[in-house]
């Protein structure tokens, strides 16, 4: 197909605005793929809440995001204003060439019923449902953030699944070449993330930890209280809650490192390049994607023992932290995320 411009739709997964104000990674990633379609010549309508801030035509599906009116108590169920979303892109759906959705698998099959082509972006680890809907509809293609993401769902279903690593707009990070005197663990304050363990990995390293994020529901809510809480010092170990882009820049240029204690297989992990994008390296446990996005001995160092990772860190801490910044962005820039979606675009339509 030609390079003509296309006409494309990108439905959003509703729970936070476009661009989120603290936590939220697959909206900023379709902000700067949107932003980036919309440079580029091309139609870009963007189904999501109304409260969205986009550069592309905003065809609301609902009046704010899901996380704002459960706050609110607006809302008890997400499958009432997903369906609905979903409804609203089969309705229109012949107005565009392509649609790319970044909902849960669990809507594939309203895909398949589209009358235009669609790709998924799988954004989570695929599960034993995901794998079934995938087996059952074949037709509709779906791509991955990361190698290992997919790895075991293309050796079940014997299929091949295009990767596209996420990307990073760096000129949004001011960064800052002097190591820090404290590392830093920015994420959602939840078991999986391992927030506990990033403490005991300071604590065991002899730096101070500052922390960013905050609980998500209520079990990562008593997780807080229980384990985390309790070690809040103020000195040695500091909580600062969720930050904004301004707060998060700060946080991780002035940080000596990174510290990536994840006990779950992390389809990506966006915070990692956020941080070389500042030039503070990582220290990582190797799990998910971990090996994909850290360079051993040049953007940080990862290890599959999370106990010995406090070892680490003062090697972390002495990386050449200009190197850590180059390296990241000749391998995450966003534009070359959206290169890829593109050409995934035009492959489709062919």
């Not at 661009?19 to 999501?48: C, N, Q």
């Amino acid at each position: 197909m030609k390079a003509e411009r296309l006409r494309i739709a990108q439905v959003a997964p509703l729970w936070t605005r476009i661009p989120p104000s603290t936590y939220g990674g697959i909206e900023l990633l379709m902000k700067l793929l949107i932003d980036e379609l919309v440079a580029r010549g091309h139609d870009v309508t963007l189904f999501s809440s109304g409260d969205c801030l986009t550069s592309a035509k905003l065809h609301a599906t609902v009046e704010t995001n899901l996380i704002d009116r459960i706050t609110a108590q607006e809302m008890y169920m997400s499958e009432y204003y997903l369906n609905s979303t979903m409804a609203e892109v089969l309705r229109e759906a012949r107005h565009f060439d392509i649609i790319h959705y970044h909902l849960s698998s669990a809507w594939i099959p309203f895909a398949a019923a589209a009358q235009a082509p669609g790709l998924f972006t799988m954004h989570t680890s695929p599960h034993l449902d995901d794998e079934w809907v995938m087996r059952r509809w074949p037709e509709v293609p779906v791509a991955g953030i990361s190698h290992c993401q997919m790895h075991a769902a293309s050796l079940k279903l014997g299929r091949h699944f295009p990767i596209v690593h996420n990307g990073c707009d760096f000129d949004a990070y001011d960064p800052c070449y002097e190591s820090g005197r404290y590392v830093a663990y920015l994420g959602r304050i939840s078991p999986e993330k391992n927030p506990l363990g990033a403490i005991k990995i300071a604590q065991a390293a002899g730096v101070p930890i500052v922390l960013a994020g905050q609980p998500q529901n209520q079990k990562e809510a008593n997780y807080f209280a229980d384990h985390i809480e309790p070690l809040i010092d103020g000195e040695s170990v500091q909580w600062i809650g969720a930050v904004n882009h301004p707060q998060k820049n700060q946080l991780l240029r002035h940080a000596g490192a990174l510290i990536f204690p994840i006990q779950w297989e992390e389809p990506f992990g966006l915070v990692m390049i956020e941080a070389m994008a500042c030039g503070c390296p990582v220290v990582a446990h190797r799990r998910g994607s971990v090996e994909e996005v850290v360079e051993n001995g040049i953007t940080g160092y990862h290890t599959g023992v999370i106990d010995a990772m406090a070892e680490l860190v003062p090697q972390a801490l002495t990386l050449e932290r200009r190197r850590v910044r180059e390296n990241a962005v000749e391998r995450f820039g966003y534009v070359k995320m959206v290169d890829a979606y593109e050409a995934l675009y035009r492959s489709l339509l062919q």
